[in-house]
């Protein structure tokens, strides 16, 4: 890829949105970079990139100025809520029901209907040469308390294979990482819950940033390669 390459990357300012923008400005592109709010100022990038803020749970306003060759949609909204066979017929202001329909709303707002939108009006502007959106290991699996993100990441893969026709020849793909990076902070959570990962993973170890990114290079490059989604879990459900 040459310099004159522009990536746009969604979520860049931490964990595997930024690693991805530093791979695209280790082969030498323009990285625009987004982030939520103007300022949440990240740590300083390996080399400039430009910044673009939109909170996705608000309306699209105006685009990044800046022509996108590549979309890499890392960004996602995950909140834990409640369990649906615990909820009541009463849907009233402060009630589980209506809390658990806004927290719905916004994970499919941010995990779905901002990517749609954001995909679409870039490619009508300037047509993209591919898309590549970040998924879940777990987006055909649901458990109590995680079913709307569940919902809102299986509603991704449809996405990914719906903007894969409608946007061709935009190659359009998807990579559905498993656990790559802890989710708790306390050393010997973290040890008893990398040790239930690996017990379930075939490759019988916790994956790295880094063969998410790979994935994610390969899929945005892969000349002949489009509406797949390809899982980076080790074989975590194949056991």
């Known amino acids: 890829m040459s310099a ?56 699209l306003a105006e685009l990044p100025a800046q022509p996108i060759d590549h979309l890499i949609l890392s960004a996602s909204l995950f909140e834990r809520g409640h369990a649906w066979n615990a909820l009541s017929a009463d849907a009233g202001a402060g009630s589980a029901s209506a809390d658990e329909r806004e927290r719905f709303a ?35 699996r649901s458990f109590p308390g995680h079913a709307a993100y569940q919902v809102s990441r299986a509603a991704g893969a449809g996405l990914v ?44 170890r916790i994956g790295a940033v880094e063969d998410v990114v790979d994935a994610a290079m390969y899929l945005r490059d892969a000349p002949y390669v489009t509406g797949e989604i390809l899982r980076v879990d080790g074989g975590r459900f194949k056991l």
């Open 161 to 204: 294979r719906a903007l894969a026709a409608e946007l061709a020849p935009c190659r359009v793909n998807a990579v559905a990482p498993g656990t790559v990076l802890p989710s708790v902070r306390d050393p010997a959570q973290r040890a008893e819950q990398e040790d239930a990962i690996k017990a379930r993973t075939l490759l019988g």
């Open 4 to 59: 004159t390459t522009t990536t746009l990357v969604t979520g860049a300012s931490r964990r595997i949105g930024r690693a991805l923008a530093e791979a695209c400005l280790a082969r030498g592109e323009r990285v625009v970079a987004h982030r939520r709010r103007e300022d949440a100022v990240p740590e300083p990038y390996p080399a400039p990139v430009d910044a673009w803020c939109w909170d996705m749970q608000e309306p």
């Open 106 to 140: 916004r994970q499919l707002q941010v995990n779905l209907l901002a990517p749609w939108e954001l995909a679409v009006r870039l490619h009508a502007r300037r047509p993209l040469r591919s898309v590549v959106m970040l998924l879940d290991t777990y987006l055909d």
